[in-house]
């Protein structure tokens, strides 16, 4: 009798240690799956990474080829410059996009002389820098959507229950998403040859 009240008194612990430890498993789950998201987001945004670093390493020799034939344009230039400087010093992901967006749009100004300066289009070496700019682009557009897809499955993942009431404190923190400027939603199309032909 007294064997069996013993045995009774410990059902209560057994059950309980099996819960933790089927909470535990489940923990460790959860824990696991938000890794491998948040690699693949970090993944997604090193390729982002490397088109921003193509397209910042093609901007010089672009501004050296407008420069030849209009030199006297140095407002245009310094916009460049600066966003080339502040994507330099951009050390977050945040900074890097607001950098890159900034980058955009001085690219537009100088583009935009071809306009005002007709024998750019006329330029070779303008003309091939052009369309590896444009691959380039199309390339950096394909990063920022495949970034932005893992950013999605992340914060859901994140923000679902029950991952959401430890995500914080085991470090994992809201990602940003790579969104357009308000001038790229007015004119969403950049087709830098639209005027040389």
């Known amino acids: 009798m007294a064997r069996r009240s013993r045995s009774g008194s410990k059902l209560p612990l057994i059950i309980g240690v099996i819960v933790v430890a089927v909470i535990a498993f489940l923990a460790i789950g959860q824990y696991n799956s938000l890794v491998n998201v948040e690699e693949d987001v970090s993944n997604k945004w090193s390729q982002v990474d490397n088109q921003i670093k193509r397209r910042a390493d093609l901007i010089p020799n672009l501004v050296e080829t407008v420069k030849g034939v209009a030199g006297q344009e ?23 996009i607001e950098a890159d967006q900034q980058v955009t749009s001085s690219l537009r ?23 590896t700019l444009e691959g380039t682009e199309n390339r950096l557009g394909i990063a920022r959507k495949d970034y932005n897809d893992a950013v ?19 470090g994992f923190e809201k990602k940003p998403y790579y969104e357009i400027s308000d001038s790229d939603r007015e004119n969403p199309t950049v087709d830098f040859n639209s005027d040389s032909k």
């Open 152 to 170: 999605t499955l992340y914060n859901k993942k994140r923000r679902s229950f029950p991952t959401t009431l430890y995500a914080s404190a085991f």
């Open 74 to 96: 140095e407002k245009v230039y310094g916009k460049v410059a600066e966003a080339q400087a502040g994507l330099a010093r951009a050390a977050s992901t945040e900074q890097r």
């Open 109 to 131: 100004g100088l583009i935009a002389l071809q306009t005002t300066y007709p024998e750019l289009k006329s330029s070779e070496r303008f003309q091939s820098l052009m369309d």
